[in-house]
């Protein structure tokens, strides 16, 4: 990555991820984003991503921040803390080794969602989108492969909270009509 995140200056820079395609790797059975990649696919990826190292309590993305990159837990925990209408961190989320965060940041340029905290020692392997812009110029095969994963991930993702939501309407019209 030429220029790495201001937001990911705070934590110990490791180099490009190529040195971990191995762990990467072994992650495929935890992380839905590799799930369909062979080891020379991952070691393919890692060039294009730079790996760091955040000990507990650093705090990796920042709700409300803007982001142009996601990250794969390498290794370690996070938690994921999203602040309730009274601006009270509440932990959603806690994620292990072969997650990804920040996908959708690296998409769209929104602002983040929440922020993600590693609760133990942390590796995480980032990619930014200037990197995946030039994966999907150099590599194109592989570049249409983590944007199909990507489009699968986050629409799996968006039925499993909109079925959630249902739930809670579901719930919300029986408290109304006294059937709960």
């Known amino acids: 990555m030429a220029d790495r995140p201001q937001s990911l200056a705070h934590l110990e820079f490791l180099g490009d991820a190529t040195g971990f395609a191995a762990q990467m790797h072994a992650l495929i059975p935890k992380c839905a984003l590799l799930e369909n990649f062979s080891p020379a696919e991952v070691r393919l ?14 705090e990796i993305i920042h709700e409300g921040e803007g982001g142009d990159f996601m990250l794969m837990i390498v290794e370690g925990r996070v938690e994921v803390r999203k602040r309730d209408r009274w601006n009270t961190p509440q932990v959603i989320a806690t994620v292990e080794a072969g ?7 690296m998409i769209d340029g929104e602002p983040r969602f929440a922020t993600c905290v590693a609760i133990e020692p942390t590796l995480a392997a980032v990619l930014d989108r ?11 095969m592989l570049g249409a492969k983590i944007l199909m994963e990507l489009v699968l991930m986050l629409s799996q993702r968006l039925r499993a909270t909109s079925l959630r939501l249902m739930g809670f309407l579901d719930e919300q019209a029986q408290r109304a009509t006294g059937t709960l």
Not at 45 to 58: I, N, Q, S, T
Not at 99 to 105: A, D, Q
Not at 130 to 140: F, T
């Open 130 to 140: 200037e990197a995946l812009a030039r994966i999907i110029v150099e590599q194109p």
């Open 99 to 105: 997650r990804t965060l920040g996908e959708m940041s």
């Open 45 to 58: 990826l890692a060039h294009f991503m730079d790996v760091y190292r955040a000990e507990p309590g650093a």
